[in-house]
């Protein structure tokens, strides 16, 4: 079990990882089905869109090493953190993607979440090979981290796995106290406020609603509310209505997810909006 230690000034020391190699190696653990590609949407100057990066380093056989886009996903028992990374791995590989999910289990209580790991890979930049995908998170290599909990979101910081010049941050601001704040003498509980900041330091952009409550609203759990935050968010190079057919293919609790899902877009895309003080 996890327990939650002061949140660090600095993210973790940063580990190096290789990308993917496109050199015929056999991928580990992934799934790929549909070969129809879909286009990213044009979402203003103060969104970026996580793609597939190649970098100009050539490895020993004359190959160019290909990056895939890693997302994070940081929840606890109940909250459907699987099935939003199921729901993310059906769209990417409707969309033409080699797509891998795998988790590291925590526990159902407080004491530590199960964090679930995406990676995905455009099979237009294989040339035909299958691309090895990690089963873990890096820290300093995570594009998208998405946190059912503030708190969540703090250790996500803690851990390395959202750094400022790359991750997509998408956060519910509600929270389940953990068990040293529990178990204090005293009021043990972390202020917010400093998650919060953290976040924003820590990460490229930070989006942040009470998806628990949105969920609760319209009838369904969190995962569905996240969901519509990833979509809005414009982080991946899938288009809403894409997100949306994952729900529907998914045939489970599909209106009540649907309506989660757009509250929780809404959320999200109000969360990036200017305030403007007129007072």
Known sequence: PQHVGPLQGSTAPWLHRNAATVDGAHGLRHRAN??????ARDRGSLRVTATAESSASIGNSGTVRTRPITMAILAMGGEGGGVLADWTVAMAEQAGYYAQNTSVP????????????????????????????????????????????LMEAGRAVQRGFA???????????????????RTAMGDGRVDSSKLVESAKSSSKRFLRADFSTIAVDNGSVISASLFGGLAASGALPFQREQFEEAIRASGKGVEASLKAFDAGYSAAMASERPVVDIS
């Open 163 to 181: 750094t400022p010049d790359r991750t997509v941050l998408i956060a519910s601001t509600n929270r389940v106290y953990s068990m040293p704040e």
């Open 106 to 149: 925590g526990v159902a209580q407080r004491t530590g979440a199960t964090v679930y790991y995406v990676e995905l890979f455009p099979k237009s930049a294989g040339h035909g090979a299958e691309p090895v995908l990690s089963t873990m998170p890096t820290p300093g290599e995570v594009d998208i981290v998405v946190a059912s909990e």
């Open 34 to 39: 549909h070969p129809t590609c879909g286009g």
